[in-house]
């Protein structure tokens, strides 16, 4: 482990501003960037799933592997570790990067976490706000979780039913 105890706040930091299309999946999938954003994770092809602004082009398999993956590395395993609730940090936004050797802030930072049964090196920490977490990753997860629940396959199953009723070309 790494103690950073200096309350200097001249430090870089890193990033840039994105765009993050509103739609529940890609919000995860901004979340898996940022995520291997921080820490040395490229298992499964993950680059695929860590691409928000195509979304779209994603099948409905992917949509559900995504969530799954989403739902292993979750905020849990990583809170304190490399991603710190801090607004302060974020400045005049809701998620701020640092790379790990200029943070000076007073922030215990571990230096590898175990994810998946294999340790993973820590490159960067995240700072965000509650709303950051809340928009790209809470409220998302949980629509998703009712997506992929018996009743939400029901539900899209009966609209995907009416949409083909509606699209009938003569």
């Given at each position: 482990?790494?103690?950073?105890?200096?309350?200097?706040?001249d430090?870089?930091?890193?990033g840039?501003?994105?765009?993050?299309?509103?739609?529940?999946?890609?919000?995860?999938?901004?979340?898996?960037?940022?995520?291997?954003?921080?820490?040395?994770?490229?298992?499964?092809?993950?680059?695929?799933?860590?691409?928000?602004?195509?979304?779209?082009?994603?099948?409905?398999?992917?949509?559900?592997?995504?969530?799954?993956?989403?739902?292993?590395?979750?905020p849990d395993?990583?809170?304190?570790?490399?991603?710190?609730?801090?607004?302060?940090?974020?400045?005049?936004?809701?998620?701020?990067?640092?790379?790990?050797?200029?943070?000076?802030?007073?922030?215990?930072?571990?230096?590898?976490?175990?994810?998946?049964?294999?340790?993973?090196?820590?490159?960067?920490?995240?700072?965000?706000?509650?709303?950051?977490?809340?928009?790209?990753?809470?409220?998302?997860m949980?629509?998703?979780?009712?997506?992929?629940?018996?009743?939400?396959?029901?539900?899209?199953?009966?609209?995907?039913a009416?949409?083909?009723?509606?699209?009938?070309?003569?």
């Open positions: 482990m790494a103690m950073f105890q200096n309350t200097n706040y430090v870089k930091k890193f840039q501003t994105v765009s993050v299309p509103d739609a529940d999946i890609a919000k995860i999938m901004y979340y898996l960037d940022c995520v291997c954003t921080v820490i040395d994770y490229d298992d499964n092809n993950i680059r695929r799933y860590r691409n928000y602004s195509n979304w779209m082009n994603m099948s409905d398999e992917e949509d559900k592997l995504i969530f799954i993956l989403a739902a292993t590395l979750s395993e990583l809170e304190d570790k490399v991603f710190f609730e801090n607004g302060k940090l974020c400045s005049n936004t809701s998620n701020q990067f640092y790379e790990i050797g200029q943070v000076k802030n007073q922030l215990l930072v571990v230096q590898s976490i175990v994810i998946g049964g294999r340790t993973r090196q820590i490159q960067r920490i995240m700072a965000y706000t509650n709303g950051w977490m809340q928009r790209n990753y809470y409220q998302p949980r629509r998703l979780a009712h997506r992929f629940s018996p009743q939400g396959q029901r539900e899209e199953a009966m609209r995907r009416i949409v083909s009723e509606a699209c009938v070309i003569s």
